[in-house]
């Protein structure tokens, strides 16, 4: 069983920054990409991020230049580094684990089978 927790999320000002962690077990967690997602109530769960095995990272537009994900082999760990943090940043994020290995950059939230519970961010304004 595969389990992903989340940590990191909390109240900001618009225009800080917030690091978000989240930890993987139960798999090789160097063979897999890893995802972060993020929700507001009533609506879709969004793409923000992922990160490949090969550490290669690929951005929705709306936080791009603003976050970075990161990847952490040794910890079974992936980070997003969010700055510049603004209102509509708000929302649960979700770190997230496709079902399957490889270096397919997943942007799509049926493409991933494990999800870790969610961490909250409010960034007021």
């Known amino acids: 069983q595969v389990h992903l927790v989340e940590s990191g999320g909390g109240l900001v000002q618009t225009g800080g920054s917030l690091k978000l962690s989240c930890e993987a077990s139960?798999?090789?967690?160097?063979?897999?990409?890893m995802g972060w997602f993020r929700q507001t109530p009533g609506k879709a769960r969004e793409f923000v991020a992922t990160i490949t095995q090969r550490s290669i990272a690929y951005y929705a537009d709306s936080v791009k230049g603003r976050f970075t994900i990161s990847r952490d082999n040794a910890k079974n760990t992936v980070y997003l580094q969010m700055n510049s943090l603004k209102p509509e940043d708000t929302a649960i994020y979700f770190c997230?684990?496709?079902?399957?290995?490889?270096?397919?950059?997943?942007?799509?939230?049926?493409?991933?089978?494990?999800w870790g519970q969610g961490t909250q961010v409010t960034v007021s304004s």
């Open positions: 997230a684990g496709p079902a399957d290995s490889g270096n397919t950059i997943w942007t799509g939230a049926l493409n991933y089978k494990y």
């Open positions: 139960g798999r090789t967690f160097s063979s897999y990409a």
